[in-house]
């Protein structure tokens, strides 16, 4: 499991195991979102097998699938609202963690800018300076 810290209780990984779970819950997270549609993986990795997995080890587990064509501002704020009222960490899990620390920064562009959330982004390791156009229009209401 390769962890990548956004924020200090915000982590994007690639695809997780269900045996990545009791690590999870050890290392203090109360959530799992997962941004991978089900098609993309074989049933072992789906949301239903992580799911099981990530709540028998006492966290919470959210689906919210990301594609080009589904990230819209209901997802971002789906994103955005489990990570407010979480009480510890979260983790949210795609293919290599690009989709959900884009799904991050359409959610908090309004608060923290432009300049903040794509800075964030990289410090992670995720270049997303291509997004600028969409961020700083959507930052500008």
Same mark, same amino acid.
């Given at each position: 499991?390769?962890?990548?810290?956004? /924020?200090?209780?915000?982590?994007?990984?690639?695809?997780?195991?269900?045996? *990545?779970?009791? /690590?999870?819950?050890?290392?203090?997270?109360?959530?799992?979102?997962?941004?991978?549609?089900?098609?993309? &993986?074989?049933?072992?990795?789906?949301?239903?097998?992580?799911?099981?997995?990530? %709540?028998?080890?006492?966290?919470?587990?959210?689906?919210?699938?990301?594609?080009?064509? #589904?990230?819209?501002?209901? @997802?971002?704020?789906?994103?955005? *609202? #489990?990570? %407010?009222?979480?009480?510890?960490?979260?983790?949210?899990?795609? =293919?290599?963690? #690009?989709?959900? /620390? &884009? &799904?991050? /920064?359409?959610?908090?562009?309004? *608060?923290?800018?432009?300049?903040?959330?794509?800075?964030?982004?990289?410090? =992670?390791?995720?270049? !997303?300076?291509?997004? @600028?156009? @969409? !961020? %700083?229009?959507?930052?500008?209401?």
């Amino acid at each position: 499991m390769q962890l990548r810290q956004v /924020t200090p209780r915000y982590f994007v990984s690639p695809q997780i195991s269900p045996e *990545d779970a009791a /690590t999870l819950a050890d290392a203090g997270f109360t959530h799992v979102i997962c941004n991978r549609p089900d098609p993309e &993986v074989p049933p072992s990795h789906q949301a239903a097998a992580i799911g099981a997995a990530v %709540e028998a080890a006492g966290l919470t587990f959210v689906v919210n699938p990301l594609t080009h064509d #589904t990230m819209t501002p209901d @997802r971002a704020a789906l994103q955005r *609202d #489990t990570l %407010e009222t979480s009480a510890g960490k979260v983790l949210a899990y795609c =293919a290599s963690g #690009t989709r959900s /620390t &884009v &799904v991050w /920064t359409l959610g908090h562009v309004a *608060d923290l800018g432009t300049d903040g959330v794509l800075q964030a982004a990289a410090e =992670a390791g995720y270049d !997303l300076s291509a997004l @600028r156009p @969409r !961020l %700083e229009m959507i930052a500008q209401g």
